[in-house]
């Protein structure tokens, strides 16, 4: 991609691919031998963009592909991926044709499931793959109907079962084993291995694939490798959040850049933005970015949103904006230096104070915090070495 192709936007995330791949190779040699791993790719990649992230972490050396959604899986197959992509949603019937035609494995919990399958296997006129979900105590997807019943009914209804799995939240989600997790790491992985391994066994199927490990039991705790581990957050240069051991060497690959389309000054004691929450105590160099909450810039998910600190963050912004003070607010890089933004975040567009960048120009480029999976997925996403960025 040339420069003129890769700037044409004013706002684009540019993606470093050399970090996505060495982040999938630290993770690959912390593997037992013998153990696949499934590059988790929904939600845009983490917001890093879907179909460049799966081609990144193929080459790289990913034998399968997570997604959530049928979409996710059909739009994978249209750009020519043809790797073994697990839908960890349950189809829904009418979902379920596109799904068999795209040659996509589907998560199976129940009977019904399979059923759906079955019809749209006969419909299309080809094979249903399926993965049964086991629910181990997070109680997202529980489970009315015996694991073994739900491979049963697939057997007899031609639908392939090629895989057994579960997931485990962080500690206290509720896994059978959690209190014995306190006391001693990886009981819970360890009890659903054994318990994949009868079932497996009374079913005659030994070489279904087993899995329950995400990031953080792939990085913390190797007996749970089992055949394959779902890598999603490591992948893209982030630990999990309860996760202690971190010494993997993790890159940063996400950048969302736009850049400055106006500069104006204004006076002591002007007032910007909506409700004028940050007043000028200096003369005020402006620099307006066309980056807004409606690209994902200033949200948080309501888990944080809700959470006591971020409410006292929010009073300290406020009344530090109130003074003129940008200490406690976000900050932009413009030509590697920090500017922070004044005023309230618009849906279209924000304001930075530059005062102490007098060599900003029009059109520099800005580097803008954000939270990845909630930036819009209609910006662009630019996949770079870092020697062409």
């Not at 696949?36 to 081609?55: D, P, Q, T």
């Not at 060599?359 to 520099?364: R, S």
Request: glycine share 10%; aromatic share 4%.
């Amino acid at each position: 991609m040339n420069e003129q192709d890769r700037t044409r936007h004013a706002t684009r995330v540019m993606i470093d691919a050399e970090a996505l791949r060495h982040n999938a190779r630290q993770v690959l040699s912390r593997l037992k031998k013998g153990t696949r791993m499934m590059a988790v790719v929904k939600a845009n990649a983490y917001g890093h963009g879907l179909i460049g992230a799966a081609e990144t972490f193929i080459g790289a050396g990913a034998e399968w592909l997570g997604v959530s959604s049928v979409a996710e899986g059909v739009a994978l197959r249209e750009a020519g991926i043809t790797a073994p992509i697990l839908v960890f949603m349950p189809a829904v019937r009418e979902e379920c044709e596109a799904l068999v035609e795209a040659h996509l494995t589907a998560t199976v919990a129940c009977t019904a499931h399979v059923t759906w399958l079955h019809e749209a296997a006969e419909a299309v006129g080809t094979s249903a793959r399926a993965h049964v979900y086991v629910d181990t105590g997070l109680s997202r997807m529980p489970g009315d109907e015996p694991a073994i019943d739900i491979i049963d009914t697939a057997a007899g209804l031609g639908v392939t079962v090629t895989g057994l799995y579960t997931h485990y939240g962080p500690p206290g989600s509720g896994a059978m084993a959690d209190g014995l997790d306190l006391f001693r790491s990886g009981v819970s992985a360890r009890m659903f291995g054994a318990l994949a391994n009868d079932l497996l066994a009374a079913a005659d199927r030994r070489e279904l694939i087993a899995h329950c490990a995400a990031s953080a039991l792939t990085l913390e705790e190797p007996e749970a490798h089992l055949g394959m581990v779902r890598v999603g957050t490591l992948l893209y240069g982030q630990y999990p959040a309860h996760v202690k051991r971190r010494d993997l060497d993790l890159r940063d690959a996400f950048e969302l850049r736009s850049r400055i389309l106006h500069l104006g000054s204004v006076g002591v004691g002007a007032k910007i933005g909506y409700g004028g929450e940050f007043r000028a105590r200096r003369e005020t160099l402006l620099a307006t970015v066309p980056v807004g909450y409606s690209h994902g810039l200033g949200m948080l998910p309501q888990s944080l949103a809700e959470r006591p600190q971020t409410a006292v963050k929010g009073f300290l912004s406020r009344t530090a904006g109130a003074w003129g003070n940008p200490k406690h607010l976000p900050v932009v890089r413009v030509r590697g230096r920090e500017a922070p933004i004044v005023g309230r975040i618009a849906m279209d567009h924000c304001v930075v104070d530059v005062t102490d960048l007098p060599e900003a120009a029009l059109g520099d480029d800005v580097v803008l915090p954000v939270r990845r999976t909630s930036v819009n997925p209609e910006i662009p996403r630019v996949f770079v070495a870092p020697e062409e960025d």
